[in-house]
């Protein structure tokens, strides 16, 4: 059976963009004849600094906005990627593997590095090494991701391809990556360049899943646009970012294409556009906002699932690990 992964750093509060490009897919792939496995990748976060109390607390909150975003812990496996060892083990063997020039490519790695790059963390740098070790540990065939992961989709496909043309095996998938749908990029709303981002200094340059219908409209009113009316079809706002984003995020959430959006609102401006927007995103996210409550309430319960999770990963993860160690010729002798 094909076998789906994919994670989200546990680096602050989930966004919109992580609900749309990520968890609402997460969700929609289940039942769907493939595995679906879904981690919270811990081990990333942590290349930047992450306070502890903190890290622990966003840990389970990622949880909950999995769960109450669909994500059934009995239909996927769900855990965080620090309790599966097999994930850091095979990370060190993608180190041997991987080139460093690969890694000074990535433009996740430039954009967070800035100017800085000598005095970043190192496992900043080899932070795509960690993933392609969580993608390859399952051998899992697809990932579902946003825009923005399809460089380190490819580099985790070199590294599969680099490690079977050097051992001469066929052991690791060239895993395919699964960009759909209208909302594989959600844009920040104060600026229709960059991307909506959970670490972005500016709380009103995303919606973040934790946020209550009153903030949710004012950030949407305040987003930032253009004062011209909308036309009839997406290939209109080509040179209009801001808008385009509020239109497709609209599209996204309505489960239509944005060209059916804007057949509803052509030649009409913001102030019809944003409070009608404002009442879709406060439609679908206050339930989601309500089952996180609920799950936080009980922090216990997050932690059973996601060891219970663990345990299962760890079942599939550990046989590839194993195998992966004996082809490298890595004596095991238990
Ligand atoms: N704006 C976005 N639009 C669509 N998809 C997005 N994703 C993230 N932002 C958007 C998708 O969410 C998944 C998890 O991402 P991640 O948490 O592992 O890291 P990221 O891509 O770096 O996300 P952030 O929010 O920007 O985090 P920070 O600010 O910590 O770097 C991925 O599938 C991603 O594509």
Same mark, same amino acid.
């Given at each position: ?211 209550? #219908? =009153?903030? $949710? &409209?004012?950030? /949407? ?8 009316? %909308?036309?009839? *079809? ?78 299962? #990963? =760890?079942? $599939? &993860?550990?046989? /590839? ?8 010729? %890595?004596?095991? *002798?238990?």
């Amino acid at each position: 059976t094909p076998r789906i992964f994919s994670g989200i750093q546990p680096s602050g509060g989930l966004t919109l963009g992580n609900y749309l490009g990520a968890l609402k897919r997460f969700a929609a792939l289940q039942g769907q004849g493939a595995e679906t496995i879904y981690c919270l990748v811990d081990l990333h976060a942590i290349t930047v600094w992450q306070e502890p109390e903190t890290l622990r607390r966003n840990i389970r909150e990622a949880a909950a906005a999995f769960m109450a975003s669909g994500v059934d812990p009995a239909q996927s496996i769900l855990f965080n990627q620090s309790q599966v060892s097999a994930h850091a083990e095979m990370a060190w063997l993608f180190n041997t593997v991987a080139r460093v020039g690969w890694m000074y490519r990535m433009t996740q790695f430039k954009d967070k590095a800035g100017k800085n790059s000598e005095n970043v963390s190192l496992g900043l740098l080899a932070y795509p090494a960690l993933m392609a070790a969580d993608i390859l540990t399952y051998q899992a065939t697809a990932v579902p991701v946003g825009e923005d992961q399809k460089q380190h989709l490819e580099l985790t496909r070199d590294i599969a391809a680099k490690f079977n043309h050097d051992y001469g095996v066929e052991h690791f998938p060239l895993t395919e990556p699964l960009i759909e749908g209208v909302a594989t990029r959600v844009m920040s709303l104060r600026d229709g360049s960059k991307k909506m981002s959970k670490s972005d200094p500016s709380d009103a340059s995303r919606i973040n899943l934790t946020d209550d #219908a =009153d903030a $949710i &409209a004012q950030k /949407i009113r305040k987003a930032r646009t253009d004062a011209d009316p %909308l036309p009839g *079809s997406i290939e209109g706002l080509k040179d209009r970012p801001e808008a385009r984003n509020l239109v497709n995020i609209h599209a996204a959430l309505s489960d239509q294409t944005p060209d059916q959006v804007l057949a509803q609102y052509e030649g009409q401006g913001f102030g019809a556009f944003k409070p009608a927007l404002a009442e879709l995103a406060v439609a679908t996210l206050a339930p989601i906002n309500r089952r996180m409550a609920e799950f936080m309430a009980d922090p216990a319960e997050i932690d059973r699932i996601l060891g219970q999770g663990a345990q299962r #990963a =760890d079942q $599939i &993860a550990t046989p /590839i690990l194993d195998r992966t160690k004996e082809i490298m010729g %890595l004596l095991r *002798s238990r």
